[in-house]
T-cell receptor
Framework: GAVVSQHPSRVICKSGTSVKIECRSL??????MFWYRQFPKQSLMLMAT?????????EQGVEKDKFLINHASLTLSTLTVTSAHPEDSSFYIC????????????FGNGTRLTVT | AQSVSQHNHHVILSEAASLELGCNYS??????LFWYVQYPGQHLQLLLK??????LVKGIKGFEAEFIKSKFSFNLRKPSVQWSDTAEYFC??????????????FGQGTTLQVKP
């Protein structure tokens, strides 16, 4: 079945540094990928929609200059958390669909980011 | 704006007990509805989905859900749970039909703990 690979699974960084998270679709082409954020004991919140070859669409309240999204190919989207702060510590999850209209999303395993 | 509410945050059951997890959504138009499961340490997996047609949908592992449009509900059920069903369960909704963007709105999640 369709698989989405997310890397790294865990990352610890110091405040002020940047962290890049990769999301790859392994056996299908993902024209659209989504980035979610999950706080402890809370639901997944959509951050942005990443479209191959065009700018990402950010949800209200999400800082696009802080959370840089690049979708340079049909199998890879990256999320870069720039100048990370402790409040950015969270669980980040990507998902992708293979572009066939109503096909369900496939989720990556998520990345646990801890900013010290 | 769309929203999803899951009534039960933490459910504890004994094996063989019946399960029903509540999910209500708010959206006036056509919707697509999903239930996802996240086993400990694993990624989100699709349990079942509703797009149209028979409002009683059957998913994997013996789960089913019923879409009741008049109640804006999509409750998840399983007649007899197993210890291996211990996981986090998320209800999600997205706009349906031509308005489908693939952007999922998630409920808060329900932690199910099944005691052997």
């Amino acid at each position: 079945g369709a698989v989405v690979s997310q890397h790294p699974s865990r990352v610890i960084c110091k405040s002020g540094t940047s962290v890049k998270i990769e999301c790859r679709s392994l056996d299908f082409q993902a024209t659209t990928m989504f980035w979610y954020r999950q706080f402890p004991k809370q639901s997944l919140m959509l951050m942005a929609t990443s479209n191959e070859g065009s700018k990402a669409t950010y949800e209200q309240g999400v800082e696009k200059d802080k959370f840089l999204i690049n979708h340079a190919s049909l199998t890879l989207s990256t999320l870069t958390v720039t100048s990370a702060h402790p409040e950015d510590s969270s669980f980040y999850i990507c998902s992708a669909r293979d572009g066939r209209g109503l096909s369900p999303l496939h989720f990556g395993n998520g990345t646990r980011l801890t900013v010290t | 704006a769309q929203s999803v509410s899951q009534h039960n945050h933490h459910v504890i059951l004994s094996e063989a007990a019946s399960l029903e997890l509540g999910c209500n959504y708010s959206y006036g138009g056509t919707v697509n509805l999903f239930w996802y499961v996240q086993y400990p340490g694993q990624h989100l997996q699709l349990l079942l989905k509703y797009f149209s047609g028979d409002p009683l949908v059957k998913g994997i592992k013996g789960f089913e859900a019923e879409f009741i449009k008049s109640k804006f509900s999509f409750n998840l059920r399983k007649p007899s749970v197993q210890w291996s069903d211990t996981a986090e369960y998320f209800c999600a909704v997205t706009s349906g039909g031509s308005g489908n963007t693939g952007k999922l709105i998630f409920g808060q999640g329900t932690t199910l703990q099944v005691k052997p």
